[in-house]
């Protein structure tokens, strides 16, 4: 079974970094996109970053510049690095990973809560 472990969200003061970690476990196929969304309380949730096997990148407008992601393909992780953040960012920040083979199946982590105070 497919597992998708996160970990690095906690509570920060505004301006602060964190990196949340994001592995693929109990697969043998690699995983072609891979991203991160987050949902605010009482808001509608949001992709945040995906990054491809290949190294392409995009990023919500609010992001850019601040956070990075990235990825280790031999270790199926991928990586959120958060840097200058704002309490605007507090949230519960799930990832996600789909299968580059077919059945193209989508798994998701279980979801790590970042608070960022002010």
């Known amino acids: 079974q497919v597992q998708l472990v996160e970990s690095g969200g906690g509570l920060v003061q505004s301006g602060g970094s964190l990196r949340l970690s994001c592995a693929a476990s109990g697969t043998i196929f690699s995983m072609d996109v891979m991203g991160w969304y987050r949902q605010a309380p009482g808001k509608q949730r949001e992709l945040v970053a995906t990054?491809?096997?290949?190294?392409?990148?995009n990023y919500v407008n609010s992001v850019k510049g601040r956070f990075t992601i990235s990825r280790d393909n031999a270790e199926n992780t991928v990586y959120l690095q958060m840097n200058s953040l704002k309490p605007e960012d507090t949230a519960v920040y799930s990832c996600?990973?789909?299968?580059?083979?077919?059945?193209?199946?989508?798994?998701w982590g279980q979801g790590t809560q970042v608070t960022v105070s002010s």
């Open positions: 996600y990973a789909q299968r580059a083979t077919i059945p193209r199946y989508v798994y």
């Open positions: 990054i491809t096997s290949n190294g392409n990148t």
